[in-house]
């Protein structure tokens, strides 16, 4: 069956420094990845999709991704972490299923922040 | 331009009660969904919807009915609230690019 796997249920960093999330996939086919972020309190926001081409793929307050089908990866990056993005973060894949579509999404990851 | 509204924001059930949980889109979109989410389970698909009529059953969709009389406009019923139905419920609508956006979550206590 689909599913995405985030490893890292909470990660710590120290303000400034770089940040790497996980996220594995299961699926047979190409698949549609996207990461969001959820600040407490709010909805999720996407913050960065993949679909096909350029496998590493900017999104907005200065993350990205980058997908490699060897290790059925779609890690997410920052390179130097600010204190706002305290938050959790979740990966997800698009399922096609009986000609209808939809989410899958991992666990999360919370990440802290540091001063 | 309102993007995804949801009402109520807080709710407190007790056992046995009924409620509708109402969903409003401005962007014309075709996809809606319902998900809840709990911690350290992310979000879980409960019902979603197709297009204005049509609505199909996602992972957790028992003691859940949905409607969706309206295209703008997607209803999330509980008939006979439980205590395991506490959680923070989740609308979404889903541009043609397959990116969902989401409403700020409505947090329903069932006592």
């Known amino acids: 069956a689909q599913s995405v796997t985030q490893p890292d249920i909470h990660i710590t960093v120290s303000e400034g420094a770089s940040l790497e999330l996980r996220c594995n996939y299961s699926?047979?086919?190409?698949?549609?990845l996207f990461w969001y972020v959820q600040s407490p309190g709010q909805g999720l926001q996407l913050l960065l999709k993949y679909f096909s081409g350029d496998t590493l793929v900017q999104g907005i307050k200065g993350f990205e991704a980058e997908f490699k089908r060897s290790q059925s990866s779609f890690n997410l990056r920052k390179p130097s972490v600010h204190w706002s993005d305290a938050a959790e973060y979740f990966c997800?894949?698009?399922?096609?299923?009986?000609?209808?579509?939809?989410?899958?999404f991992g666990a999360g990851t919370r990440l802290a922040v540091h001063p | 331009n309102a993007g995804v509204t949801q009402t109520p924001k807080f709710r407190v059930l007790k056992t046995g009660q009924s409620m509708t949980l109402l969903c409003a889109q401005d962007?014309?979109?075709?996809?809606m969904y319902w998900y809840r989410q709990d911690p350290g389970m992310g979000l879980r698909l409960i019902h979603y919807?197709?297009?204005?009529?049509?609505?199909a059953k996602g992972e957790v969709p028992d003691g859940y009915n949905v409607s969706r009389l309206k295209k703008q406009n997607f209803l999330l019923g509980l008939e006979s609230a439980a205590p395991s139905q506490t959680s923070v419920y989740f609308c979404?609508?889903?541009?043609?690019?397959?990116?969902?956006?989401f409403g700020p979550g409505t947090r329903l206590t069932v006592t």
């Open positions: 979404a609508s889903r541009s043609d690019s397959y990116e969902q956006y």
């Open positions: 699926y047979g086919a190409t698949p549609y």
């Open positions: 962007m014309n979109h075709e996809y």
């Open positions: 997800a894949v698009v399922l096609f299923s009986g000609g209808y579509n939809k989410l899958i």
């Open positions: 919807s197709v297009g204005e009529g049509t609505t």
